[in-house]
């Protein structure tokens, strides 16, 4: 059973900035959503297999940066410039048998999801 570990969350002021963690092995391809409450859950970044080709949201562009480590077997979600309206709780999730270069934006691509992490960020 493969197990997705995340980690970082937390409550921030507006303007700050919060890093998530999240481990797995072996190595997939990846990607962040987030649920706020009463929502949809949404997609944020993706970061292929290789971690050479990575993809996001509208709402996180320019704010939010995803990236990997294969050694460590853990990817990141670096946010800056926290919103009030990024608060949710972020999921990482993984995609079996991708391909070193691509991404994948959609929930159904994905075959593992972590617990979730709770960003709380205040006025």
Sequence with gaps: QVQLVESGGGLVQAGDSLRLSCTVSPTYAMGWFRQAPGKVREFVAAISYGG???????????????SRDNAKNTVYLQMNSLEEEDTA??????KRGASYGTIYYRETGYDYWGQGTQVTVSS
């Design 89 to 94: 709780v972020y999921y990482c999730a993984a």
């Design 52 to 66: 050479m080709n990575t993809y996001y949201g509208d709402p996180v562009k320019g704010r939010f940066t995803i």
